[in-house]
């Protein structure tokens, strides 16, 4: 489908809860996952660019983060405040839902297209647009938002298609013993001393920080965790070097860019170390 930056035409109506539907277990060998959508192609954390990761097939699994409002709200952002991705300023923290009803997006001047303007969408309109539709993956910032993500998970039969993701063991172990798929991701220093083979039981999907050393990535792999991915991956190069390393999917900036670019032979390389 041909589909002009900015112009995405909504979704069709989301399945029913509790429906059939994508499931983490029927994802692909390889996977391409759209961090934050895609955020050098469309806007991050917003309905427009996700319907657009979406609708153009780029993408196995969509990423959004999650933070929560003062009233309790859980809505689709990334940083602590309001300063950088919108036309207000602020902690999201200290907004209630109405009040977060009046920002607007204000896109990156750089991305390719044209964005009409928009309001931040909460979980809630995520879950209700694309569960059931597509797997995602949420990254909850606020780990006090865990107990009220589950409920909104399971009420709309969502427990096998969406990956709860964190930073810290603590909260996947928790996520895990509501029923919920997890994901733990590691930074470079992180991934230096982890021993993720000691996680196995608990966490469904570990992702790396692709620039972390060969052994490191490796030792990831190997570990026994079902699903092994690297973020944030922004070029062909940095995708094809973690696939070799065993990897089984990539977050990325760019699923577009990656779509169009055949992946590489796996053997080892002079950037593999």
Sequence with gaps: MALTPGCAPAPAPVRARGSEGPRAAGLPGTVHAAHRGGALEVPENSMAGLTAAYRRRSADVLDVDVRTLRDGTLVAMHDRTLDRTTDHKGPVSALTLRQWRRVRLRPD??????????????????????????????????????????????????????????????????????????????????????????????????????????????????????????????????????????CDGVMTDAPGLLARTPQRDRTGGAGDR
């Design 109 to 246: 001047g750089g991305l390719p297209g044209t964005w009409p303007p928009e309001h931040p969408p909460t979980a809630a309109d995520v879950l209700d647009r694309f569960g059931g539709r597509i797997v995602l993956n949420v990254e909850l910032k606020d780990s006090g938002g865990l107990k009220r993500l589950a409920g909104m998970i399971r009420k709309r039969g969502l427990t096998r298609s969406v990956y709860v993701q964190t930073n810290e063991l603590s909260p996947a172990e928790r996520a895990h013993r509501m029923g919920l798929l997890t994901s733990v991701w590691r930074s470079v220093k992180q991934a230096r001393t982890d021993r993720p083979e000691k996680w196995r039981d608990v966490v469904d999907m570990l992702s790396v920080d692709h620039r972390a050393r060969a052994t490191d990535i490796r030792r990831a792999v190997a570990s026994g965790i079902p699903r092994v991915w690297a973020h944030t991956v922004r070029t062909p190069a940095e995708r094809d070097r973690v696939l070799r390393l065993g």
